[in-house]
């Protein structure tokens, strides 16, 4: 196992280039199981989590081809019909399979996906859309298993406990696509992700209107042939080397990255005292060198997102003042609270809230990652804290992050990588 570690204490200053976006790339990866065609994606970032994708369309019998950031997809009559435990278990996305693959084969068996630290993920909304579109399903053995033969076009209200699900909408539209008559998805997901999905589908041949709205409308078509797709890029790599610069006390330049999808961390931002402008698709942050105090609430989109909570907390521990988090999409996505207060922060959980008090320095400390965000937020810590910082189980950050610590070389940080 790897580890990192970070002499803190530097300003970040330079450029950073950000990656396609892994959350975009793996319900689209899972999409071309709509097609018999070859399908060509690119700017796919090359993290662990879209190997394991790669893997699943393997295991079904979908040839693919791997070239730096770009994937070829030759789905040519698979026959696969089982996503296996062994591969769900270790990436939830892996859920997003189960749509398309209702929507070709006869019989389907997905993998339950299992437990995850940041909180119950239950996949009622996905079993609920799918059925709604006709779906016969059952759970037997730790597996869904699913048939889909007599499916029709329904109206779905997809919103639960806390609003609508990301990969449920990805799942129902996918499904929908395949499906004889009109679905209507009431309080569907509207992250640039669930777009960048629909733009796909759409190249594939899908009728799909209103995604980036909370009604989606999608008529099934007979067929989908193959198409070419470029990802979008990673707005929450973006925001996390934002927040990086801001709670360095650097100033750096982010190139490819859309403010329209960071609309809400720019206005905290600019709210602790960063200075941030734009030009086309590049980003300027400045600290600035007193961050004032801020409150968020993380929402679906165009909201606060919870991926980029546990990184925004670093920053609240660094400003002068109380702030408070209250998360509304994992209410108990808190597990970076006790390695941060490890490092001097003063962080106290309060429900699905926590109350951060600033500090004027955090100290560089062993420290465990817990899960990718988390694993983010650490690495942020570490850059602002004086002293080494070492940050365990880095194979969380992997999941994510493509390269972190070469990026954060290159904009001067003192982070690199040992064995364990
Ligand atoms: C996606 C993202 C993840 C992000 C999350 C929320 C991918 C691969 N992952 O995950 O990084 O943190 O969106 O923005 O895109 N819920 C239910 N029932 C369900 C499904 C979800 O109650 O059937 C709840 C969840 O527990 C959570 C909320 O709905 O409280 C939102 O989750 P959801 O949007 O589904 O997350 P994912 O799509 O799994």
């Not at 979908?62 to 019909?81: C, E, F, H, N």
């Not at 960063?274 to 060198?289: L, N």
């Not at 808190?334 to 100290?363: C, D, Q, T, W, Y």
Request: with cysteine.
């Amino acid at each position: 196992m790897d580890k990192l570690v970070i002499e803190g204490g530097r300003k970040l200053k330079g450029t950073v280039q950000i990656s396609g976006a892994k959350n975009a790339a793996l319900p689209i990866l899972a999409a071309t199981l709509l097609t018999q065609e070859k399908c060509v994606i690119s700017n796919v970032p090359p993290l662990r989590d879209v190997q394991t994708m790669v893997k699943i369309l393997r295991s079904l019998g979908v040839r693919v081809q791997m070239q730096d950031s770009r994937i070829t997809v030759y789905p040519a009559k698979y026959k696969g019909y089982t996503a296996p435990y062994k591969l769900v278990s270790t990436m939830r996305a892996s859920i997003c399979v189960l749509g398309p693959l209702l929507a070709k084969q006869a019989l389907v068996r997905v993998s339950l996906p299992g437990g995850c630290v940041i909180g119950p993920r239950p996949i009622d909304l996905h079993l609920k859309g799918l059925s709604a579109l006709g779906a016969k399903i059952k759970i037997e053995h730790g597996y869904i298993v699913a048939q889909g033969k007599k499916m029709k076009g329904a109206r779905i209200y997809l919103g639960g406990p806390f609003g609508s699900s990301v990969l449920a909408t990805a799942n129902v539209m996918m499904a929908a696509t395949l499906t004889p008559g009109i679905t209507i998805i009431e309080n569907a997901a509207c992250e640039p992700e669930v777009v960048d999905l629909a733009n796909f589908l759409l190249k594939m041949g899908a009728k799909i209107h209103g995604q980036k709205t909370h009604t989606i409308e999608i008529e099934g078509v007979k067929k989908l042939h193959g198409a070419e797709h470029k990802i979008i890029n990673d707005r929450i790599e973006a925001g996390t080397y934002m927040l990086a610069c801001a709670i360095t006390g650097g100033e750096i330049s982010i190139k490819g990255a859309s403010i329209s999808h960071l609309g809400v961390l720019i206005d905290k931002l600019k709210g602790v005292g960063t200075t941030i402008r734009h030009s086309g698709d590049t980003i300027f942050v400045k600290a600035t060198r007193r961050l004032r105090p801020v409150d968020i609430t993380t929402l679906p989109f165009p909201g606060f997102p919870t991926d980029l909570q546990a990184q925004m907390m670093v920053l609240m521990c660094m400003a002068g003042g109380i702030s408070v988090i209250t998360e509304k999409v994992y209410p108990e996505r808190f597990m970076h609270i006790s390695e941060l207060n490890r490092m001097g922060a003063r962080v106290m959980k309060e429900g699905s809230s926590a109350i951060i008090e600033g500090v004027p320095k955090l100290s560089g400390a062993p420290v465990m990652a817990s899960d990718l965000r988390a694993s983010a937020a650490l690495v942020l810590a570490g850059l602002a804290a004086s002293g080494r910082t070492e940050i365990s189980r880095v194979y969380h950050l992997d999941r994510g992050y493509k390269t972190m610590e070469e990026k954060l070389s290159r904009l001067g940080a003192k982070i690199w990588r040992e064995k364990e």
